[in-house]
């Protein structure tokens, strides 16, 4: 049977069936007008998985760009259609699957197996720690990021500490000889090297890989299991009357789960992402993204349930009719994600937009309202792209 993985809003899926690996995608024609929506996004999806010629088994969403809650759930309802089993995992996920796939080849796990994954681009390095729960299960204990130059000091502090079964580098193409000077000095056991050059095949990669279960050449003990984004507001302190971030629900929470209001003045709040880094064009940047586009009433307590993400990563705000019950959290495997703030853009508010009248790419607050030139997207003379990747809609 087939399996899938597939980028949310993009125009093609990679696949694995009994021919093997297979990489479908819609023809390149002109670029629609205006954007994203989720009326749209049904159609491209609904194109999309028709490319797949029978009902696939398992179909991975990796919500690569943080899309809002709409598009998530248009995405989901459209491909109920075309698959029988569908997660929706955030982008995390897909890298760690995507690092542990050689290490998945190679190692029968121990019972109190950890491993080490560092992912390193010319943006930031991250230091995550794998450790196996009382049922074998893998999850995320600690992840800490730093700025890239830090990447052979904190290795150093971090194999010391956590003394790892194995180490797993994920790198950027243009840093491998810095990794291959770590390797050399420190000698890691077991270790395991997978270059990259392009953000979103990883991600896609990983998509796929995290559909597989035995029966497609994986083994699922290195799976991973899924987890939450973080999700955040500002609201206004009742003393002060000043605008305070709000963790609304922690990062890599487990699934499925409530997302909870706050003790403080009722108000109608927006829901974003942690700040996170994305793809744009060929970049990484680092921005805070919207997770609603419409304001979410919250009545002042804490013990609100304002929305939820469900069994399959699927988020809702404000509540669906039929409401998920919450796990129970076993302890130290919820912790909110350690980020570097420094380096953040200052319009974290912001989107990236395109205007077709003038064949530009424009930064969009909609807090604001205010419009200013990030880029031109494609010659008008022409009706030609000229950016090979796009994943901001």
Known sequence: MTVAGYLLCSTNLRIKDARGFNLLGLPIGPPSK???????????????FQLVPEKMKNLVIVNSALSDFDMIQTCV???????????????????????????AEFRNP????????????????????????KNFQLYVAVLEQFNQRQCEE????????????????????????EVDEIRHRF?????FMRNFKKWDYVLLFGGLLRAMD???????????ENFSNGYETTVQNRRTRIQERHVLLPERTPLPCNIYGFDGIPQSIKMYYFTDYYQVYDELVLRKREATKYMV?????????????????????????????????????????????????????????????????LNYNPLTG????????????????????????
């Open 110 to 133: 121990p019972n109190d197996e950890v491993i080490l994954v560092v992912i390193l681009t010319r943006k930031f390095v991250d230091f995550v720690v794998l450790r196996r729960d």
């Open 187 to 191: 000698n890691p056991d077991n270790c």
């Open 154 to 177: 904190m290795f150093l502090q971090f194999y010391e500490d956590y003394r790892p079964h194995a180490t797993v580098f994920l790198v950027q193409d243009i840093l491998c000889a």
């Open 77 to 103: 309802k459209v491909a109920e259609k075309y698959a029988e089993n569908i997660i929706v995992i955030p982008p995390l996920l897909a890298l760690l699957t995507y690092a542990l796939n050689d290490l």
């Open 214 to 224: 035995e029966e497609d050449g994986f083994d699922t003990r290195y799976h991973i």
């Open 34 to 48: 205006g954007w994203l929506t989720p009326s749209k996004l049904k159609d491209r999806a609904e194109r999309v």
């Open 297 to 361: 009433y919250a009545s002042g307590s804490s013990r609100e349930i304002i929305g939820c993400v469900d069994e399959r990563g699927v988020p809702y705000a404000p509540l669906p009719k039929d409401t998920v019950e919450p796990r129970i959290e076993e302890p130290n495997k919820v912790k909110e994600y350690e980020r570097q703030e420094d380096n953040v853009d200052d319009n974290v508010y912001s989107e990236l937009v395109i205007d077709f009248s003038t064949g530009s790419i």
């Open 370 to 393: 205010k419009k200013l030139l990030e880029q031109n997207a494609f010659d008008q003379t022409q009706n030609q792209i000229h950016i090979k990747h796009y994943t901001m809609f």
